[in-house]
């Protein structure tokens, strides 16, 4: 998937995973979040996870500071965009009742708009960022410090979603809105509110995956839509709609994909995690840790 | 070779992929994004059987062996895919789907011995006549399209629509709903990869950039936009999409200040499916309330 280092041993192998996996499982958090809140798949989730790539490298080169700076600015300000897609799109599709399949389309057709738009603004070619190898080793194995920064926002992220769902009376009013839309409305819980929360948290975690996927490899219009293949597969492989589900599937997917890496080619990297997601579908639809949704 | 008929036949063989979708989807409610994954299973399955030199196959059967073939072909990794995504919610059979085409991009490109990887399969030369291969896609697309339009009338095609609206009554009333589903998914993808079979000699090769997702989009964007219940919808709706988005749009008199048409009309295309779906989600020539 991304950068392999030259991986031996089975700590190795679980090192490369859990390095490989962080900026995915960012992405897929957000992404079954806004499944279990919203009931669909958002496939314009995977540019947003581009244009997390795109703003950091702009803010990196531009505002001159530090790498992990501008990936944290940039989640931010993809939050926010991703609050303005809501308001301006998807909460006009949510208040009638459309069909799923229509607002997965519908979330198809945003994809489309502004996977162009950046492919437009940006142009087509892949753009390296200027980060110098950061090195620095661990147990013999090299890790950039980007990648280090990668893991622990990962398990900021992970602990931080956990609090909030668990811990804030905010987050038992998102699972209560998840559980049921219709008596949480009665109960006088506005869902203007909880959608602007939840756009905002998961297209923050989808901006930051982006922004470690660039630093890890590069920039490019397609970036996320060509990882919507591996995420969708984590978010199932785990256990849709649910956050823990993410990280389980992410890690299993990424081992699973190193790996194969590993031991037999690079080339059947995404076939790998396409028979995981067939035989999940096929025997265990649930997902790793439970999700009665599918 | 001249434009005009060039330009006939990618509109005819895209018009082919829209009335199945029309059918899977408008009428069956089977959800299948794999439009462009079953079109390029197709034309790689006749290039390789037909015009393959370089690959393991090196067959060189005539052109027709190759199109039977791909409807073969296509048909049972369409049975077999749907065996295992159609018991699943509509959603999850359009993700996984959607997601396919990519990984047989992948496959495509890697896999050297059956496809030749990234160089493809080439030339790729007309069996017949240019102007009689017109008139035959015509043809095929005219019948199918007829075909589709009957099939709605039929008693069959109550039952698809009944499995489409309410499944569970559907199953009640003793139909099993998965094996019909199945059906459908299985002919509609193996006319999908005849579609792509035929298409092989317009595009003179074949490489793995056939799996192209926007494709798809363009696909459904044209069902969505012509209105998903009615063939004379869909086909309507491939008229403009493919007429003019994807030819017409290119060659018009664009001023210069104006950016890359080639990226703006999918920008174009994604606001217009937006927009259909908000202010005419049942499209051009759809019925708003099924019947």
Known sequence: MINISIAI???????????????????????????????FFNISHGEIMTLGGYFSLLILTHLGISLFI????????????????YLGIFRTFFKEDYDMITLIVISLGISFILRYITQLAFGVRSRFYPVGRMLFSFEGISITSVQAFGIAVLFAAIFGTHFLLTRTNLGRIIRGFADNERLAYVHGISSLKIGIIVFFIAGMLGGLGGGFFGAYTYAAPSMGWGQLLTVIAIVIVGGIGNPYGAMAGGFTISLVETS?????????????????????????????????KL | MSYLPFVISVI??????????????????????????????????????????????????????????????????????????????????????LVSIGLLQQLAKSQDWLTNGVRGIAPISYPVDQSVYVLIILALTAGIAYYIYRLKRSPYGTLLKGVRDNQLLAQATGKDTFKIKLQVFAIGSAIMSVAGALSIPLISDVSPSIFD?????????????????????????GLIVFGFFRFAFVYLPIPSF?????????????????LTLKFRPEGIFGERFTD
């Open chain 1, 70 to 85: 501008s990936i944290i600015i940039a989640g931010i300000i993809i939050g926010i965009m991703n609050v303005l897609l």
């Open chain 1, 9 to 39: 041993t089975i700590g190795d192998i679980l090192i490369t995973s859990l390095i490989n996996s962080a900026p995915l499982i960012l992405v897929a958090i957000g992404f079954t979040l806004l499944f279990k809140l919203f009931n």
């Open chain 2, 258 to 274: 104006f950016p890359d048409v080639t990226v703006t009309r999918f920008i174009i295309l994604g606001i217009v499916l937006v």
């Open chain 1, 260 to 292: 194969v890496i590993t031991f037999i080619g690079n080339e059947y990297a995404l076939f790998s995690v396409f028979l995981i997601l067939i035989l999940v579908i096929l025997i265990r639809p649930r997902g790793m840790i439970g999700s009665d």
């Open chain 2, 213 to 237: 997702p926007n494709q798809s989009f363009m696909v459904w964007t044209a069902m969505i936009i012509g209105g998903k219940d009615k063939i004379v919808g869909a086909l309507t709706g």
């Open chain 2, 12 to 97: 005819s063989v895209n018009l082919i992929l829209v009335a199945v979708i029309h059918m899977q989807f408008g009428l069956t409610g089977i959800s299948n994004f794999a439009v462009a994954a079953f079109y390029g299973i197709g034309a790689y399955t006749a290039a390789i059987i037909s015009y393959s030199s370089e690959t393991v196959l090196t067959l060189q059967l005539p052109f027709i062996v190759g199109v039977v073939m791909a409807g073969i072909v296509g048909g049972i990794i369409a049975l077999i895919f749907g065996w295992i995504i159609l018991k699943r919610r509509d959603m999850v059979v359009f993700i996984v789907t």
